[in-house]
């Protein structure tokens, strides 16, 4: 400051010296122009040093308001000052520099985990109480099926549930939420915690679609109960059914003995009975390699196809059998020339077996029809949909027609349903329903 202060020093010394020269003008010498210059020079120098002083501040000031808003672009210009002001000026460059480092450095962390946070598969939301979103990330966005989002109860359109569910939650919570999104059944899994930015408290939760996850392991458990049953079942059946056939042919060259109280009806009875014990324990056999299968897909041979194909050999290889059961066939595809990626006879089968269940529900229905359709959903998947306007299923069995063993039919086998869900998670895809009792009833194959 050694500068400034010379320069003030001299500029003071200037202004005393013009007092005293008018003023000394005006005593001795009685000289009125003298002291009306010297008056005029005090007020020029007076007003040229609080202009300098005042330009310091001004600068000061200025570079202290651009770190408060941050406005690094600034400088410290006071090379006329002197020396010391030259060495505040570098200070003052050196402190903003660190400022823009260390600010850069921070939009740097900010970007990288706004990055994370918006690539990351699990859907993230951060409310207030109010309900206020401060964010959401993109994979809550497609979950949601929002391009957008300001208050979580603009979700209420989606699921009023899920909305109820979130305002309620806490650090902490973990609640499992049920929507059916349309012709899709989702179940959101949520988390919560809770944090504090800028004075306000913020509910994050994560948000997550497990619907798939609890297929597979229903079916990994599935498959796994029936690897087990079938190999203690054939383990026990195997040798009766063998000893009941040996016990036949035995019996077959037995002849009546009446003295030994064999008597000839007693000796039917008895063939019967060894006959009827190798019929159902072959029976049973054929059985056990019946569910053999839903431990046994083979892999899809995944091919790129048109949808149409499959749908016009769908139509031609029922056409004649739902004439004959007056059952109408509506086949769309939007856009026609729609592709799906997988293998095209697994798929056939999957939808064969669809379309005959549709039949046998519209047995004792009035205008009666099959609807087959493909089209891509609003978050980009592929599916295939087979629907009818029969009785519809009742809501109790309608969580449990996928499980192995369980059908609504009265000759049913009950491992259709299952075999094709199985078959579309080989796909990586999911195969789920929807009924609307006496109205609609739509399975959908998601790719």
């Known amino acids: 400051m050694r500068g400034f202060r010379i320069q003030c020093t001299l500029r003071i010394l200037v202004l005393a010296a013009s007092i005293f020269a008018g003023v000394y003008a005006y005593v001795v010498h009685a000289s009125s122009l003298i002291p009306v210059a010297a008056a005029v020079l005090v007020a020029f120098q007076g007003i040229s040093l609080v202009r300098f002083v005042d330009r310091t501040n001004r600068e000061l000031s200025r570079l202290l308001l651009a770190i408060r808003y941050s406005d690094f672009s600034q400088a410290f210009h006071a090379k006329e000052l002197g020396g010391s002001f030259v060495e505040l000026s570098k200070a003052f460059t050196s402190v903003m520099e660190d400022f823009r480092s260390a ?21 993230l939301l951060a409310f207030q109480e109010t309900g206020s979103v401060g964010l959401i990330n993109n994979a809550a966005k497609r979950l949601l099926r929002v391009p957008y989002l300001k208050n979580v109860k603009a979700l209420a359109g989606f699921s009023a549930e899920l909305v109820d569910t979130l305002l309620r939650m806490h650090a902490g919570d973990k609640a ?19 944090f504090r930015l800028g004075g306000q408290f913020y509910t994050l939760v994560s948000i997550q679609d497990i619907q798939a996850e609890l297929e597979e392991k229903e079916i990994q458990s599935w498959q796994k109960l029936v690897s087990v049953l079938t190999h203690e079942i054939m383990n026990s059946i195997t040798p009766i059914a063998s000893m009941a056939d040996t016990a036949n042919e035995l019996l077959t060259d037995l002849a009546p003995a009446p003295e030994t109280g064999l008597a000839a009806e007693t000796l039917t009875d008895v063939r019967l009975a060894m006959q009827t014990i190798a019929r159902r324990s072959q029976h049973l056999i054929h059985f056990v390699h019946a569910y053999r299968s839903l431990t046994r897909i083979p892999r899809p041979d995944l091919e790129i196809f048109p949808i149409r194909r499959l749908f016009s050999a ?12 007056g059952i109408g066939l509506r086949v769309a595809v939007q856009p026609e020339e729609l592709d799906v990626t997988a293998d095209p006879e697994l798929i056939e089968q999957v939808v064969i077996n669809l379309i005959k269940n549709a039949m046998e529900a519209l047995q004792d229905t009035p205008d009666a029809c099959i609807q087959l359709s493909a089209r891509m959903t609003p978050r980009g998947n592929t599916i295939i949909q087979v629907s009818d306007n029969g009785p519809g299923i009742p809501p109790e069995a309608l969580e449990r027609i996928f499980i192995p063993f369980y059908t609504t039919k009265k000759e049913g086998s009950g491992i259709g349903l299952s075999l094709s869900r199985q078959i579309m998670r080989q796909h990586g895809g999911a195969l789920s329903v929807i009924s609307d009792p006496d109205r609609q009833t739509t399975f959908t194959l998601r790719f």
Not at 103 to 123: D, P
Not at 314 to 325: C, G, K
């Open 314 to 325: 769908i139509e031609h290889l029922f056409r004649s059998s739902l004439d004959d059961a």
């Open 103 to 123: 600010r850069a450095e921070k939009e740097e962390h900010v970007l990288y985990l706004n990055t994370v946070i918006q690539h990351i598969g699990i859907g």
């Open 176 to 194: 499992l939420v049920k929507v059916v999104d349309g012709d899709e059944l989702l179940e959101l899994v949520v988390y919560a915690t809770e």
